[in-house]
């Protein structure tokens, strides 16, 4: 079974473009996460959908936000791009919405924010 | 609020020797525990979980023991290796929260042959 995959692997962009990331879950697995990962804050979570309805959300600025598709593959967007975005974000997937269930990851897309 | 708090890296060892990072928790309710790994230039992957107190969970010759009572999940494994030098994140979930992940800080070990 394939693993979750994440589109692009790597992306540069300036200050104050947006930028569309992309991620496809493991088949079958209908809940999809999102976390962003720096240096200096570490791994913090960005939101969560489930069924195509966002369910849960972190504490990030509104330029920050994501859907996802009927097919369960999920996008998130940020708008109006800050060197501060600069940073792995990192999508997960997972079955059901569960304390028990285990989230697996896919390897990321690396952002540079110039 | 929920939280988790592992030790500071970086952590070197030579190979064959214990290894112990330790993590505890604070959280409301009854979380769920994980020990993922990252290795450099990947992604995260599930090292082992536990669901309840006194559970063991363990994988690759690692294992963490969900201790309630110290409200801790610290990671062990008795030989390591070169090939486990990667960080190692302590994490945990919440039936309030269910598909979010509240990670520790991330422990960096190096292991010298």
């Known amino acids: 079974k394939a693993g979750v995959t994440q589109t692009p692997r790597y992306l540069i962009k300036t200050r104050g473009q947006q930028v569309t990331l992309s991620c496809s879950p493991i088949s079958g697995h209908r809940s999809v996460s999102w976390y962003q990962q720096t240096p200096g804050q570490g791994l913090q979570f960005l939101f969560e959908y489930f069924s195509e309805t966002q369910r849960n959300k972190g504490n990030f600025p509104g330029r920050f936000s994501g859907r996802q598709f009927s097919n369960s593959r999920s996008e998130m967007n940020v708008s109006t791009l800050e060197l501060g975005d600069s940073a792995l974000y990192l999508c997960?997937?997972?079955?059901?919405?569960?304390?028990?269930?285990?989230?697996?990851f896919g390897p990321g897309t690396r952002l540079l924010v110039l | 609020g929920n939280s988790v708090t592992q030790m500071e890296g970086p952590v070197t060892l030579s190979e064959e020797a214990f290894l112990t990072i330790n993590c505890t928790y604070t959280?409301?309710?009854?979380?769920?525990l994980f020990w993922y790994v990252q290795y450099p230039g990947e992604g995260l992957q599930l090292l082992l979980k536990a669901t309840k107190a006194d559970d063991k969970g363990s994988n690759k010759g690692f294992e963490a023991t969900y201790r309630k009572e110290t409200t801790s999940f610290h990671l062990e494994k008795g030989s390591v290796q070169v090939s486990d030098s990667a960080v190692y994140f302590c994490a945990l979930k919440t039936d309030s929260s269910a598909s979010k992940i509240i990670f520790g800080s991330g422990t960096r070990l190096s292991i010298r042959p």
């Open positions: 959280a409301t309710g009854y979380p769920s």
């Open positions: 997960a997937s997972a079955i059901l919405r569960d304390r028990s269930e285990t989230q697996y």
